[in-house]
């Protein structure tokens, strides 16, 4: 099949001839959460580790046109912008803005070089704070480029605090201000939202390494909205990434501030993670959905107890089947699953912590549409079976009725009830799911090594798929695709 970008990004931003900031750094970024990249040109710079030592602007209305031929053709999910060196360029950016309607904009608002150079002219920034931020989702300077747009003079975190309060007075959504300049054992940033601050903390990394630090971060947080991530989740994500960017940087780039290392797998949050409360509420409210997926995983579950269930959720299918283990990467469920007995690792399914032929049985219920690497979970579930141990795969397929309707919510961002289901998954479990079909899950089994696959159809028959099984639906769930697949390791 075809493998798709988890979204499409693009950077308005100035080249840095030496790879290392800029639009390169914003690319690098982008592609490392999977995202596809686009640039549109403001200025091309001659840059290396060591400083800037030409700058030459791109006129406005070709800046304008780059934009134009990107956003007609290939489409954005998000875009940030950089560099914007003179007031010509910050309009026909904002004009461009407007006229497409872009809602996931992220301003960094790029005045300072690391050198202490200035980037931008003073009608430059005026046009910043006139004409860009109010149309920003997220605006993010640091210390020298707050005090610029705010006029005050940051020297703690009250100061800080002021001055966020004053920037999202001109517009933005929210000011991710960024502490690293200030001095403390910590860098702290701080993200206001117009309600609350809330901060951020990570080690401070003693590196001279981190040429392009405020590029990354926020092409990472660019990405993150992309992926259709809350504001919190991305900025936790994000600096996550570049605090393992500077940690990882190469020292052999250049003779001043190297560049990050940039080809780092994102950890990306889940909604599981961050609401696994009111997930777990939802599955208790509707748990006669899934009476048949039960039934059919018991059918195939001969002895529980020496089970492991990866990507285990809050343990509400284990504890009712009686398994006693779980893998579950998102810590507020794997908190629920152990308050339910059952003994869990943090990990995902691509990497399970157990040794090989631990298990009889391993249940991936679901957590194919979930993970990145599907064939490497099913090669892992194959490992730590013993012999003759069975996987247990269920899944709602891609060419089900069910799937159908999901996918339909979920691209229209809400729960309709002429198109979508009587009893919906919330919406944003929904979102990160990507549906898979039956060939799909025959061939990964298969391609592992297992054998002797059985299937069992969970309501609505497939004559295609069914091995004339099929159970009696639950009540009020007429209509449903769950299919559950056993494999056996010779």
């Known amino acids: 099949g075809s493998m ?67 956003i007609e053709d290939i489409g954005v999910d998000g875009v940030k912008t950089g560099m914007l060196s003179n007031s010509g360029i910050i309009r026909i950016v904002a004009d461009r803005i407007m006229r497409y309607g872009i809602s996931n904009l992220v301003v960094d608002p790029v005045m300072v070089a690391k050198g202490g150079a200035r980037l931008m002219r003073t009608d430059a920034e005026e046009a910043l704070a006139l004409d860009l931020l109010p149309l920003a989702y997220l605006v993010t300077p640091n210390v020298p480029e707050a005090e610029a747009i705010s006029g005050v003079k940051i020297k703690d975190a009250e100061d800080a605090e002021r001055a966020a309060k004053i920037i999202r007075g001109k517009g933005p959504r929210h000011v991710l201000l960024k502490g690293g300049h200030l001095e403390a054992e910590e860098a702290v940033d701080i993200l206001f939202d117009g309600q609350t601050c809330r901060c951020f903390r990570s080690p401070r990394i003693d590196s001279t390494r981190t040429h392009g630090t405020g590029c990354t971060l926020s092409a990472a947080i660019t990405a993150c909205l992309s992926r259709g991530m809350g504001i919190h989740s991305a900025v936790e994500t994000a600096k996550e990434y570049i605090t393992r960017a500077i940690r990882e940087a190469p020292d052999d780039i250049g003779k001043g501030n190297g560049p990050l290392y940039h080809k780092i797998d994102p950890i990306v949050p889940s909604a599981f993670d961050e609401a696994a409360e009111d997930f777990d509420a939802w599955f208790d409210r509707n748990e006669n959905v899934f009476e048949s997926e039960l039934l059919a995983l018991k059918h195939f579950l001969k002895d529980p107890r020496n089970a492991v269930s990866v990507g285990v959720g809050s343990g509400l299918f284990a504890a009712r089947l009686g398994i006693g283990y779980g893998a579950e990467p998102a810590g507020g469920m794997a908190e629920l699953a ?35 690497d599907r064939q490497r979970a099913v090669r892992e579930a194959f490992r730590i079976l013993k012999p003759g ?39 944003q479990f929904i979102r990160g799911a990507r549906w898979i079909s039956t060939a799909e899950v025959d061939a990964l089994l298969k ?32 209509k449903g695709d769950y299919i559950v697949v056993r494999g056996r390791k010779p």
């Open 4 to 70: 798709n970008y988890a979204g499409k990004a693009l950077t308005i931003a100035g080249s840095d001839s030496g790879g290392g900031a800029g639009i390169q750094a914003d690319l690098k970024t982008f592609q490392a959460f999977d995202l596809f990249g686009m640039s549109v040109l403001t200025s091309v710079t001659a840059q290396n580790t060591r400083g800037v030592y030409a700058v030459h602007d791109i006129p406005p209305e070709i800046v304008g046109a780059q934009i134009d031929a990107v």
């Open 338 to 372: 152990r308050k339910r007995g059952i003994e869990v690792e943090i990990a995902a399914a691509e990497d399970l912590p157990y040794a090989d032929g631990r298990f009889d049985a391993v249940l991936l219920g679901t957590v194919l549409s979930y993970v990145k």
């Open 389 to 427: 141990g069975s996987v247990v795969v269920s899944f709602l397929a891609r060419e089900g009725s069910y799937a159908m309707l999901y996918d339909l919510a979920a691209i229209r961002g809400r729960h309709d009830r002429e198109t979508a289901p009587e009893y919906p998954y919330p919406i």
């Open 447 to 478: 391609n592992a090594g297992f054998t002797d696959l059985e299937y069992a159809q969970t309501l609505t028959m497939h004559p295609r798929y069914s091995n004339d099984r099929v159970e009696e639906p639950a009540a009020g769930y007429e």
